[in-house]
């Protein structure tokens, strides 16, 4: 092969090759050394075979640690959450928030149900009013179609469960909008969805006289609403040399603050989608699918606004809580063929997917509090640092118990670099 044929990324059939022929093409593409090439051939816990099954052109897998959230007590029911991430601190602020609201009964929650939407776009409709009406009128016909295709959803006692029409103007003239309410149960409902709204497509077009063209879930799930909610006492929560309601009052600004400037919530929810999509990826469900619906959901009122609130009960507690769509399954997707998203369901002993989502936003809330209640008094970098001091003397290439003292200085200094971790090792290494 010329050096030009290696440098094209133009390869036919790379997906018809066998992980480790893909990898020896991608190496001599980019010049990876053996150790480096051996390091992604290790795929870790994860079968070769079901990695290459699971996407496409696998040449490797990517691990990120897994770690227990402590201290959640949900619905009165004490749990062990697994949380994916590759962000310190995230598991540390679960277990903090949780500890704080834990002798007073945790989390509640609740959820709107497990319903899904799927949306049917048709367009070039001369009368979109009278096409909206005569969609409507065939529900009973809409029904059969949509569970049809899916006998053992409905056997679980999901399935089709209403038609909504809307008429949107947009920069191409009106649009006549199908939403197909469709109760998934235990899957996330993806591909239950969007099998039934390309079922039902043709039959929209020949009713009305237009075209369809999109016919595919919106991950906007507002039928699928997760709720949780937490107080938490001031005594529990006073930090050294703030008294609890100094806190209380500094978290519930925070919120305000989030509420009403989009450059605030934006972190804000970022903080929240630090538990959320934690737990979503351990769980093999799709991360994505969650980000899109939580991000267009703050954003429902036309301004972009924050996931959480933070009130002041009559008592003078501290009152926080979540609503966010979450549109999770415990079928379908890698959920069930992970062996990780497996075991992980079975630490947190989950059986519905509706339970599973509830979990999550009290996750969600949780991550929240602890990330405000440490902005709103020491800041963020004192117990976020702390924890990163260890990534950062691991960067400087510290190793086993090189680790840990290298650490403590950084912390200790109050200066968490790589320059003075560089430093302090080579001073521990004589
Ligand atoms: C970091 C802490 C927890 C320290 O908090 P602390 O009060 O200094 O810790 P502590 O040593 O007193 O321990 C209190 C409890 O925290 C937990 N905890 C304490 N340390 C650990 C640990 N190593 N591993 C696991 N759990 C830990 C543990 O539950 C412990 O109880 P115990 O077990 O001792 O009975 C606190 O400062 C905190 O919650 N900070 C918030 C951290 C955070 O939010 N991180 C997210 C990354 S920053 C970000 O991306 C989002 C952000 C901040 O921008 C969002 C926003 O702007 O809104
Ligand atoms: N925009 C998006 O978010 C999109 C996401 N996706 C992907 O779709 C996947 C999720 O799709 P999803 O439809 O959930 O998965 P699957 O189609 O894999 O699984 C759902 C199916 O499992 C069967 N099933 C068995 N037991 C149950 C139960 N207790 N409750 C409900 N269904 C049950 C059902 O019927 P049956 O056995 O008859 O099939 C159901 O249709 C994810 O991988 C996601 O990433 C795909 C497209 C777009």
């Known amino acids: ?14 997906h018809k090759k066998s992980p ?15 150790a480096t090439v051996a390091h992604l051939a290790n795929m870790g816990n994860l079968d070769p075979h079901l990695a290459d099954h699971l996407i496409e052109n696998v040449v490797g897998t990517m691990n990120i640690p897994v770690g227990i959230a402590t ?38 929650t609740s959820s709107s149900g497990t319903l899904m939407i799927a949306q049917i776009q048709l367009v070039d409709s001369p009368d979109p009013h009278n096409a909206r009406i005569k969609i409507l009128e065939r529900r009973d016909e809409i029904k059969a179609v949509c569970d049809e295709c899916d006998p053992i959803l409905v056997k679980l006692g999901g399935g089709f469960r ?35 709204a390309e079922k039902l497509a043709p039959s929209i077009a020949a009713w009305t006289g237009g075209r369809t063209y999109l016919r595919i879930l919106s991950n ?96 003078g507690h501290l009152a926080g809580s979540i609503e966010v769509p979450m549109a999770v399954g415990l079928i379908g997707g890698a959920t069930k063929l992970h062996p990780t998203a497996r075991a992980n369901l079975k630490i947190l002993g989950v059986t519905t997917a509706d339970r599973l989502a509830r979990v999550i936003a009290a996750v969600g809330l949780a991550q929240n509090f602890s990330a405000l209640k440490a902005l709103a008094t020491t800041g963020i970098q004192k117990g976020h640092m702390a924890l990163h001091a260890q990534n950062i003397a691991m960067m400087a290439g510290a190793v086993g118990e090189e680790i840990d003292r290298v650490a403590r200085v950084l912390v200790e200094r109050g200066t968490v670099r790589v320059d003075v971790a560089e430093a302090e090792l080579k001073l521990i290494r004589g």
């Open 1 to 14: 092969m010329t050096s030009n044929q290696l440098k094209s990324s133009r390869i036919s059939g790379f």
């Open 20 to 34: 480790q022929e893909r990898l020896d093409l991608v190496a001599a593409f980019a010049g990876l050394d053996e």
């Open 71 to 108: 201290n959640m007590r949900i619905d009165g029911e004490d749990m062990l959450i697994p949380m994916a991430t590759e962000e310190s601190s995230v598991v540390a602020a679960v277990c903090n928030a949780a500890r704080q609201c834990y002798d007073v009964g945790g989390f509640v």
């Open 162 to 196: 209403d038609v909504e029409v809307r008429i949107i103007d947009t920069l191409g003239g009106p649009m006549v909008i199908t939403h197909l309410i469709v109760d998934t149960r235990d899957a996330m409902g993806a591909n239950a969805v969007n099998t039934m």
């Open 220 to 315: 906007l799930a507002d039928r699928r609403l997760a709720r949780a909610r937490a107080t938490w006492t001031c005594e529990a929560i006073a930090a050294s040399g703030m008294a609890g309601e100094a806190v209380r009052d500094g978290i519930v600004s925070a919120y305000q603050f989030a509420a009403a400037d989009p450059y605030r919530a934006a972190t804000h929810n970022k903080g929240i989608m630090n538990g959320i999509t934690a737990v979503v990826l351990a769980t093999g469900n799709d991360t994505r699918a969650i980000e899109a619906g939580c991000h267009a959901y703050a954003a429902k009122d036309g301004h972009y606004g924050s996931l959480t609130r933070w009130e002041v009960t009559p008592e």
